[in-house]
């Protein structure tokens, strides 16, 4: 109830979907005034909800390896606010490397060589499935976060460093194991370090047992 000339607030809304909102106003008749009637559309009541854009990175499992290894992308996802993206994933590839690397492959109108797609539940992580690259030569990941009735899509090309991984031949003699490079010279270090405590421990029990047997 309206007690004379002020300012009132209306409630809260919740605006489920993006688009544009206006408010309508009526003001009912006194016996000192007329009817007034606000009409929609007045800039002054008019708002644009605009669709969340979600933020998306993603990081390939190794950026070198060797013929016949595999590999599989990690995809994140956030500000979906409860929507539920569906995510494309392509790998691209192989291409012939530049002067030894993959940083300045050309990726406009490569191969796609595996393809899929992946449901959400909202932000999080997500996997790719494992794939095996036979050819050496480079390959990269392209990710699209498709669009729903509240998010936009949003797309990665290929071509990004962390999406990127560059397939070598294995030297000759070097058995398959389906472990990436890094992964093998993080097991190797491992090993060193490994025998390197042994030895350690050897030695103090061999300068124990020379003690024990001086005194």
Sequence with gaps: ????????????????LPGCYSYTGALAATPSSSAVTLAAGDPAETALIEALVPTASTLISSKQVYVG????????VGNTRGAQPVITWELHGPETPVAGSCDAVDWTASPVLYTGTLTTLGDGTYDTPIVALADAGCYSYSTEIGATPTTEAV???????????????????????????QAGVLIGAGVVLVLGLIAVAFGRRRNRAKHSATS
């Design 155 to 181: 797309t990665l090309v290929a071509g990004d460093p962390d999406e990127t991984v560059r397939v070598v031949v294995r030297p000759a003699g070097l058995a398959s194991t389906g472990v990436s490079i």
């Design 69 to 76: 290894d595999t590999v599989f992308d990690q995809i994140f």
């Design 1 to 16: 109830v309206n007690p004379g000339t002020s300012t009132y607030q209306t409630s809260d809304s919740t605006l489920p």
